[in-house]
């Protein structure tokens, strides 16, 4: 053999080893991508029956609120409008919004309470209340994983080289995450 086809034989594997390289970096990323959005759109899934659930809860509540407290209908109004929004909402960013205007119409419900002491009494509102309440503990929980999830999905999309395979396969940021609200970002007031 002579030393010219060795050497040609040589290159072509070293060429043929960096392809195989290459191309095992990209599997594996990639499939590395998958799985990560799959836990995306599974931890998604999680905040969105905890959504569901809330919105299901809201009807009984405003139904007790509404025996005891006949003229504030505005309050009702949004609720009704806020769930409804949350309903229809269909991506992610929508319901992240219409779950906000939801939690501020909800607050307004429980403002009530302290203007009518009776519904404090009313076991039918105490337990709607704990039900509320354990739900809206269960979407904190949910919220906090499917934005962990989405933190280490958009981190590894974004690390090199990864970020290539990741342009070239068609997976973006994701930027549908829960953040805290204006008001839960002020400190409250407290006066004696």
Do not use: C, H
Request: charged letters at 20%.
């Amino acid at each position: 053999m002579s030393k010219g086809l060795v050497i040609t034989l040589a290159v072509v594997a070293v060429l043929l080893l960096v392809v195989a390289m290459v191309f095992g970096s990209y599997v594996s990323a990639k499939n590395q991508m998958v799985a990560l959005d799959q836990v995306v759109k599974t931890n998604w899934s999680d905040v969105d029956v905890q959504l569901e659930r809330r919105a299901d809860l809201i009807p009984n509540l405003v139904s007790t609120v509404k025996g005891f407290t006949k003229e504030e209908s505005s309050v009702f109004t949004e609720i009704a409008q806020a769930r409804d929004g949350l309903m229809n909402a269909q991506t992610p960013t929508d319901k992240i919004a219409a779950n906000g205007q939801l939690d501020n119409a909800l607050a307004k419900v429980l403002v009530l309470t302290e203007n009518y002491p009776q519904l404090r009494s009313s076991d039918q509102f105490m337990r709607l209340q704990d039900e509320l309440s354990g739900t809206e503990n269960r979407i904190a929980v949910a919220r906090n994983r499917y934005n962990q999830a989405l933190q280490d999905y958009n981190t590894y999309i974004q690390q090199f080289p990864n970020s290539i395979w990741a342009r070239y396969a068609g997976f973006q940021v994701n930027n549908a995450r829960f953040q805290a609200s204006q008001a839960a970002q002020t400190n409250p007031t407290v006066q004696f």
